[in-house]
């Protein structure tokens, strides 16, 4: 069935430091893939999305690209702040009303 | 996009007490998602609300201890029933907003009703 990995937490980084969250994925065909954040004491927000191979979403300095030949979807920043510290979560849908996630990446930025 | 407002926020309960958690939509939706986030773990989906018929629960998760009410488009609760403290966790509800031809449909998620039981 249809399931998503993600890299192993926590991880702890440097403000200004480069951010790299792994995900990959087991799906057949072509699902949406999602990156979701989670804040402290809060909900999951929507980070950013894509819904085909080569796909870039983006949002907030943050990107990953859509990459079939590896069934990746890896979470990049350039240059991450302390506002950044949450826990992440890699998602993917098939068919718009069933969600897979994966099973969060801590991350903290210290100053 | 879609607002959802939950409550309780957070609670403390006693052992064998029941809790039911409201969520609200400020939209009509025809499906409503109930999730567990136990503490450190990823999300389970619990069940799916649909309006006017009963909740579909997924393995592992049963009506009489997770009953659920879908009264309307915008409105659905979540009863955790003989709480033990293996139901400590972070309840949170969800909907579905369809992209169409836009893109692909996104979930969306109240903050969430953290329990802790005693």
């Known amino acids: 069935g249809d399931s998503v990995t993600q890299m192993e937490g926590p991880v702890t980084l440097s403000e200004e430091a480069f951010l790299t969250i792994n995900c990959t994925y087991t799906?057949?065909?072509?699902?949406?893939l999602f990156w979701y954040v989670q804040y402290p004491g809060e909900g999951l927000q929507l980070l950013l999305k894509a819904t085909k191979a080569d796909d870039k979403g983006s949002n907030k300095g943050f990107e990953a690209t859509y990459r079939k030949e590896t069934t990746s979807f890896h979470l990049e920043k350039g240059s991450v702040q302390v506002s950044d510290s949450a826990v992440y979560f890699c998602?993917?849908?098939?068919?718009?009303?069933?969600?897979?996630f994966g099973t969060g990446t801590s991350l903290t930025v210290i100053p | 996009s879609a607002v959802i407002s939950q409550k309780p926020s957070r609670d403390i309960c006693q052992r064998g007490t029941s809790l039911t958690i409201q969520c609200q939509v400020d939209s009509q939706v025809t499906m409503m998602f109930w999730y567990r986030q136990q503490p450190g773990q990823s999300l389970t989906l619990i069940a799916t609300?649909?309006?006017?018929?009963?909740?579909?629960?997924e393995s592992g998760f049963v009506i009489d201890k997770f009953p659920i009410s879908r009264p309307n488009l915008t409105f659905s609760t979540l009863t955790v029933s003989n709480m033990s403290p293996e139901d400590s966790s972070i309840y949170l509800c969800s909907v579905v907003l369809e992209q169409g031809a836009a893109g692909a449909n996104v979930l969306t998620f109240g903050a969430g009703s953290r329990l802790t039981v005693l």
């Open positions: 799906a057949t065909g072509y699902p949406s």
């Open positions: 998602a993917l849908s098939h068919t718009g009303n069933q969600f897979y």
């Open positions: 609300a649909n309006q006017g018929s009963e909740a579909t629960y």
